[in-house]
């Protein structure tokens, strides 16, 4: 299992949360940008900088992120990509991406970027606070706990085989 970053709008706090997950679970992390990205200190950490277009970085999550890796992203179409790909994709605000709510995300975001356009609507999600923060590193705990325990299982039927 890897952890995947669209790093370039993730805020430094929640990569920090992530990281350190990281290194008490021992899982690796993929930061994904279209910028270059500072370097990390921890071998479980690497980064991928990606050129090309607009959407080179989630083009390369999707294709690299498999259905037992956990992508982190604001994104919402990036998330519902992931998603419709059998994955599994977390918002930095703490929302888990699902099958049964990615679709109405994307509606209200594609929703609310008209009613910008027409100037109905001034400006983006507030932002990122103290509560938001907290429901991110409790998402991503409750996340990671699911994940392993699912690879745990999955490898001892393996082993039993």
């Known amino acids: 299992m890897t952890i995947w970053i669209d790093a370039d709008a993730c805020p430094r706090i929640i990569k920090e949360i992530i990281f350190k997950a990281s290194q008490r679970l021992q899982l690796p992390v993929q930061l994904v940008a279209n910028a270059g990205l ?56 703490g929302e888990l991406y699902t099958e049964e709510n990615v679709g109405e995300r994307l509606s209200l975001r594609d929703l609310m970027q008209e009613l910008r356009t027409m100037g109905e609507i001034q400006g983006g999600p507030a932002q990122l606070g103290q509560a938001d923060r907290q429901r991110f590193a409790s998402a ?22």
């Open 140 to 161: 991503l705990d409750r996340t990671l706990t699911r994940l392993v325990k699912e690879d745990r299982v999955a490898a001892e039927r393996a082993n039993k085989k």
């Open 38 to 93: 500072s370097k990390h200190h921890s071998a479980l950490i690497s980064s991928v900088v990606v050129s090309g277009g607009f959407d080179a970085a989630d083009d390369h999550i999707v294709l690299h992120a498999t259905a037992k890796d956990l992508v982190i992203t604001a994104d919402i179409p990036l998330a519902a990509r992931v998603v419709a790909r059998g994955g599994i994709a977390l918002d930095p605000r």
